[in-house]
């Protein structure tokens, strides 16, 4: 079965600071969610990638899947207060089409300190 | 706001019990899936539903059993309840019945099994 695992497990950084989420998985990726969550809250979907090399933004939040497609970061420039929350990435659980349901890593802990 | 309701927010109740949790996907979604998450296990997928029938099965406990209702809402019944049934149980719903494809998150029913 497919695994994900998430570095670091948790991050605290000033405002204003540049920082970057790592999540490697043990097998190759066919789908790629990144979603935040607030503590004890649903999930908020951020981005989806599929594509070797691609690369989504949204506001201040850059999200890259690599060539090889076993690893995604998740880039925030400039952190602000409203990035805090628990960052995690998700996968489709079989490879190919007919999958599925999404294995998810254990989450980041972001806190950003004003 | 995704979307998704689930019903109740919160659940408090005794071990051996039986209790059941309501979600109503997005309007248009035919697709619901159920999530645990807990803080050893983190998130993890139970079941999927796809348009009244059961599509895909995940780490879902005899104890615990899905249907999904002509009217597309889904419900999870849980039983037999242990302290280690505890957690958050999220509902997710999406129009399709694979990915690669986002999946819509509800707000969750915190769970406590005293």
């Known amino acids: 079965s497919q695994e994900l695992e998430q570095s670091p497990q948790s991050l605290i950084v000033q405002e204003g600071k540049n920082l970057t989420i790592n999540c490697t998985s043990s097998?190759?990726?066919?789908?790629l969610y990144w979603y935040k969550q607030k503590y004890g809250e649903g999930l908020i979907f951020l981005m989806m990638?599929?594509?070797?090399?691609e690369e989504k933004s949204h506001e201040k939040i850059t999200a890259k899947l690599d060539e090889k497609k076993q690893q995604s970061s998740l880039h925030i420039t400039a952190s602000q207060p409203s990035h805090a929350g628990i960052y995690l990435c998700?996968?489709?659980?079989?490879?190919?089409?007919?999958?599925?349901?999404?294995?998810f890593g254990k989450g980041t802990k972001l806190s950003v300190i004003p | 706001d995704s979307g998704v309701t689930q019903t109740p927010k919160h659940l408090i109740t005794a071990t051996g019990q039986r209790v059941t949790l309501r979600c109503s996907p997005r309007?248009?979604?035919?697709?619901v899936y159920w999530y645990q998450q807990s803080l050893d296990q983190g998130l993890q997928f139970l079941i999927q539903?796809?348009?009244?029938?059961?599509?895909a099965k995940g780490n879902i406990l005899e104890r615990f059993s899905a249907q999904q209702f002509p009217d597309l809402h889904s419900e999870l019944n849980l039983s037999s309840l242990e302290l280690g049934d505890s957690a958050l149980y999220f509902c997710?719903?999406?129009?399709?019945?694979?990915?690669?494809?986002?999946?819509?998150f509800g707000p969750g029913t915190r769970l406590t099994v005293t």
């Open positions: 998700g996968a489709d659980g079989n490879s190919g089409a007919g999958s599925y349901q999404l294995t």
């Open positions: 097998k190759t990726l066919y789908g």
């Open positions: 990638l599929q594509k070797g090399g």
């Open positions: 309007s248009g979604d035919l697709s």
């Open positions: 539903y796809y348009n009244g029938e059961e599509r």
């Open positions: 997710a719903s999406n129009p399709f019945p694979e990915g690669p494809y986002e999946q819509y």
